[in-house]
């Protein structure tokens, strides 16, 4: 017998899984890169939330709040949601995935839109399931796609809106649609990653659905709008019995009291997220506008409701070409062939001097 055997062997759901690829902040040669790889906020944190930090004191041997009570208070009272609906994770991942693992298991099926967000494959091979995807409309979300691969096996519906990476936005109707068409016994989640980049008459109708619905889970992150990937904070709400079996399952002490502090300020600063948000509308526009103008080039920019755009290299030049390209002059982007997307690029919003930056570069490479 091999000495192998006796080793220990991960569950063969396990041993399928590829790690999360994250987006890039380093050139192959280790030169760091300005990073519009992660869909991070530009304009970095808001005061108020770095203000908290400073106040938090040096509690550092005390455990956080396990129940991140002040933060869901804070939640609670800017989104109009009960606070007992709410629960913290350490980032919207782990609450994707504690979702995932509480409904899901070997034999059952978890379906999300192909050209969806990375992670719902690793989080349904993660508990045993098999991920299954339902084919896009030209990179967006097919509602009747995602409704005629749903079986009696499936059991979690995960639906980014806007999507990542191709930014594309549900209307509330197809949310709504999507909704009253799946079986009750089937959990729908709406990650609402970036819901916070939307203007008011763009709004899915989530929050409304997990409400009154039974099977409905919306998540958030404080890792977008509020600038605050560095701290590993999310939230979900829905029905109290999803709420119940996701707080048995999660990390005791599952957000940190630095997180907790801020995130609590950050959902208060509406003044930094109403300027995060035009500023996100504004340079995203312009931003599309001026790749769209390369179309010559065999460019074509996917329509964006996030904070990135997803540009498709469907000409000569090509997507691995223009990501060197950009690196070169400083910008690191994301290249998702991991994802069935090696002829597209996605971009997060920069900053005005990042943004005419990369269009500048993607002109010259596109003409070299
Ligand atoms: C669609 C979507 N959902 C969830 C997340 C996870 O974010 P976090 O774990 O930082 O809250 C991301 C991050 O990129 C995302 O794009």
């Given at each position: ?6 080793a220990?062997?991960?569950?063969p759901w ?5 790690a ?6 380093k ?5 760091p890169?300005?990073?519009l790889?992660a ?6 944190t ?13 509690a ?20 109009t949601?009960d ?6 994770g ?5 609450l994707?995935g504690?979702?995932?693992q509480a409904y ?10 192909r ?14 399931a ?11 979300t ?16 995960f639906?980014?809106n ?22 009750p016994?089937?959990?729908?989640v ?9 203007g008011g ?8 659905l ?7 889970l ?17 939230w979900?709400?829905?029905h109290p019995d ?5 707080n ?20 208060r ?13 504004k340079?995203r526009?312009w931003?599309?506008?001026?790749l ?21 290299f ?12 950009l ?16 002829h597209a690029?996605?971009i ?6 990042d943004?005419?930056?990369v ?8 003409s070299?």
């Open positions: 017998m091999s000495q192998r055997t006796h220990p062997t991960p569950k396990i041993d399928a899984i590829h999360y690829v994250p987006g890039k902040s050139a192959e040669g280790g030169k890169l300005i990073k790889s869909n991070e906020n530009p304009l970095g808001s005061q108020a939330a770095i203000d908290a930090l400073e106040h938090l004191g040096a550092r041997n005390l455990y956080p709040d396990p129940d991140s009570r002040a933060l869901r208070e804070a939640i609670a009272a800017v989104e949601l606070v007992d609906r709410i629960v913290c350490t980032g919207s991942g782990e994707l504690l979702a995932a899901a298991g070997p034999g059952d099926e978890v379906l999300y839109v050209y969806g967000f990375s992670l719902y494959e690793i989080v349904a091979r993660r508990c045993g098999e991920p299954v995807e339902a084919p896009d409309r030209d990179y967006a097919d509602i009747d796609a995602l409704l005629a691969a749903v079986t009696e096996r499936t059991r979690v519906v639906l980014a806007p999507n990542n990476p191709t930014g594309t936005l549900s209307t509330k109707a197809e949310v709504s649609r999507l909704h009253e068409a799946l079986p016994s089937v959990l729908l709406l990650d609402h990653a970036y819901a916070e980049y939307l008459d763009e709004e899915d109708g989530g929050l409304e997990s409400r009154r619905a039974t099977n409905v919306v998540t958030r992150t404080f890792s977008k709008i509020f600038g605050l990937a560095g701290e590993r904070v999310g979900a709400t829905g999803i709420i119940s079996a996701l048995r399952i999660r990390g005791p002490f599952n957000t940190t009291s630095a997180a907790q502090a801020m995130a609590a300020a950050a959902m600063d509406a003044q930094f997220v109403e300027e995060a948000r035009a500023h996100n509308r340079w526009a931003l599309s506008e001026e769209a103008a390369l179309s010559n080039h065999g460019l074509r920019v996917v329509p964006s409701h996030a904070n990135f755009v997803l540009v498709l469907e000409g000569e030049r090509d997507a691995a070409g223009a990501q060197q390209a690196a070169d002059s400083g910008y690191a982007v994301r290249h998702l062939p991991g994802q069935g997307l090696p690029l996605r997060t919003i920069g900053t005005e001097e943004n005419r930056a269009v500048r570069a993607m002109r010259a490479y596109l070299a």
